[in-house]
């Protein structure tokens, strides 16, 4: 399974330089659960869905949004999460609350996420969408006086916010810039139906033993 390692909590590399998270633990104890081994792979995210497509990984275990666009090339796992889309501001800067408050502005999204092609769908050049390989690099630019907000998934931007001590008292989720939730889920190619069924039994043999609750609680994501 392939993974942008720089979404904490659900997939990031810790300070010994291993790629761990909550997804991450996730999609090993999935395999374990139905006795396959299932191993990560760290990739960047811009040619993620390609290296799906043309075999270089059976899978995606990367914060995936489900939309109706994906579905038409790829598979979906039972949903493992939800999400909304959250403006992440500085601390020191007015409050952003809503995606038409984002028009005229300065806003950092990752490349290829669903919150880059929600504001490009709905506002295209109303916004100033800077699109950054990795959302902690939109993150930082913020913060240097470079953007006026930063717009990720409400997981991934409570992280930032709550989590990250290098940020503690300087960002702010402000708002939101869409009002409804997404789903998250594992991918497999289009028509793979062995490894689907793998997924989702073993989803749902964790989900009934508690090890889904006790990942969510280890990650601070109940």
């Known amino acids: 399974f392939a993974a942008n390692a720089a979404w904490p909590p659900l997939e990031y590399v810790d300070e010994n330089g291993n790629v761990v998270g909550y997804e991450i633990e996730l999609i090993q104890a999935i395999g374990k659960a139905v006795g396959k081994t299932f191993t990560v792979r760290n990739v960047a995210w811009d040619g993620i869905f390609a290296g799906l497509a043309n075999g270089a990984y059976d899978g995606i275990a990367s914060g995936v949004s489900v939309t109706e666009e994906r579905k038409a090339t790829m598979d979906f796992s039972h949903p493992i999460l939800q999400v909304k889309q959250a ?3 500085r601390t020191s800067s007015p409050a952003l609350t809503s ?6 502005k300065k806003v950092g999204v990752q490349i290829g996420t669903t919150g880059h092609i929600v504001l490009e769908d709905n506002f295209g050049k109303k916004i100033d969408i800077r699109a950054y390989d990795e959302i902690g690099l939109a ?19 409570s992280d930032f916010v709550l989590a990250n001590k290098n940020y503690q008292g300087k960002l702010t989720v402000s708002g939101e810039a869409g009002t409804e939730a997404e789903d998250i889920a594992i991918v497999v190619p289009k028509g793979n139906n062995h490894l689907l069924d793998l997924v989702n039994s073993g989803y749902e043999t964790l989900v009934k033993d508690g090890t889904v609750a006790a990942l969510k609680a280890k990650y601070n994501l109940l």
Do not use: H, K, Q, W
């Open 87 to 89: 403006i992440i501001v």
């Open 99 to 104: 995606a038409e408050e984002l028009v005229g």
């Open 139 to 157: 993150i930082e630019d913020m913060l240097n006086g470079n953007l006026d907000a930063a717009v990720a998934d409400s997981i991934i931007a």
